[in-house]
């Protein structure tokens, strides 16, 4: 049987709505950014990817019009985009925003190739998975080249390979003695999650600042504290191992106070990036291997958690919140069919 005549699995389902509603908000998002970007290199790097976001847009349009779908609504300029809005971010900003949302993607693709099984699902996907690629390496030779590229902490080359020569290697709690120094593995991770944690507070900030409703406005604001005390928590560790906590030289955004953007794409968008950042710290309690790195990860996991719930809450409140396709509900078309 060929892929023409398979249906869609859940997982690839699953995939290409998941794929469509962030596309449809990065439209938005490299809309504004190109209206008043400047400088010709990074306006480059904008263009490139909103074309790629609609190009995307359209090859997923294809796929659900062809498995006879109903295209979700997304995010459209129309909507959830005003032009006439102030410039709300810089140049470095925009720049490092994508730089940061092409990582996330990265993982994303990643995630979608493997839960696919059908050939035309995958190969749309692995060629996403390359495009943005490309953007992530583009994007980065632009920051290198301005250096804007903020590197992970360094260390001294080790001079011999080593084992761990007791439990204590694991122990990140001692009430007598020294902690062990952070390996190059926990290093990273710590180095990572400021760095998308630094986005988040910006972002969460800029929403607020531009946000006429004053429920999200808070909401955001509590985003842009939780985003604070873990960078915080991260950069306190890394300095206590003698090392610099990375710093990024502008990631600034403006004093406008009109909303460019829609509150329903505001909250989505904190959304994607909370399950991205819960993601991270589960990949990074997993790795590291003292068990107070481990600890904070989980405990920081569950406040990104709440925050993710609650914010959810306020797009059901407000009709903001699209379903993804799900199943049908039995039991309830059990109780509400017509009886003849």
């Not at 992970?152 to 439990?167: E, F, G, H, L, R």
């Not at 409703?213 to 939780?226: C, F, P, S, Y």
């Not at 909250?267 to 904070?296: C, E, I, K, P, W």
Request: with cysteine; charged share 20%.
């Amino acid at each position: 049987m060929t892929h023409n005549h398979m249906k869609l699995t859940s997982s690839e389902l699953s995939s290409i709505w998941t794929s469509y509603m962030n596309d449809s908000l990065s439209a938005c998002i490299l809309s504004h950014f190109l209206k008043y970007v400047e400088d010709e290199e990074i306006r480059s790097i904008v263009q490139f990817s909103y074309d790629l976001s609609s190009t995307h847009l359209e090859k997923l349009t294809d796929i659900f019009l062809a498995e006879d779908l109903p295209v979700p609504a997304g995010f459209t300029e129309e909507e959830d985009l005003n032009l006439n809005a102030p410039r709300l971010y810089t140049d470095i900003f925009m720049l490092s925003y994508i730089n940061h949302m092409a990582k996330v993607g990265l993982l994303a693709y990643s995630s979608f190739i493997a839960m696919s099984a059908r050939e035309d699902i995958r190969s749309y996907f692995m060629e996403g998975l390359q495009e943005t690629s490309d953007l992530y390496d583009n994007s980065s030779n632009v920051l290198l080249s301005k250096g804007l590229f903020v590197r992970a902490p360094y260390v001294a080359y080790p001079t011999k390979t080593d084992y761990a020569d007791s439990k204590k290697y694991f122990n990140g709690y001692t009430l007598l003695g020294s902690q062990r120094p952070l390996n190059t593995i926990e290093i990273s991770h710590l180095f990572m999650n400021i760095q998308t944690n630094v986005i988040g507070n910006k972002l969460a900030l800029s929403f607020a600042q531009t946000s006429p409703n004053e429920e999200v406005q808070k909401w955001l604001l509590r985003g842009a504290d939780i985003s604070k005390k873990h960078i915080n928590i991260f950069t306190k560790l890394l300095i206590d191992n003698d090392l610099h906590a990375p710093a990024p030289s502008d990631v600034s955004i403006t004093d406008s106070t009109k909303a460019p953007f829609s509150d329903k794409l505001i909250l989505f968008h904190m959304g994607l990036l909370s399950g991205a950042g819960a993601g991270n710290y589960a990949t990074a309690a997993a790795a590291s291997q003292r068990n107070d790195l481990m600890v904070n990860y989980e405990r920081l996991s569950v406040e990104i958690a709440r925050y993710a719930k609650d914010g959810g809450d306020i797009m059901v409140r407000n009709g903001w919140l699209e379903e993804p396709p799900g199943t049908i509900d039995k039991h309830k078309l059990a109780k509400t069919k017509k009886t003849k």
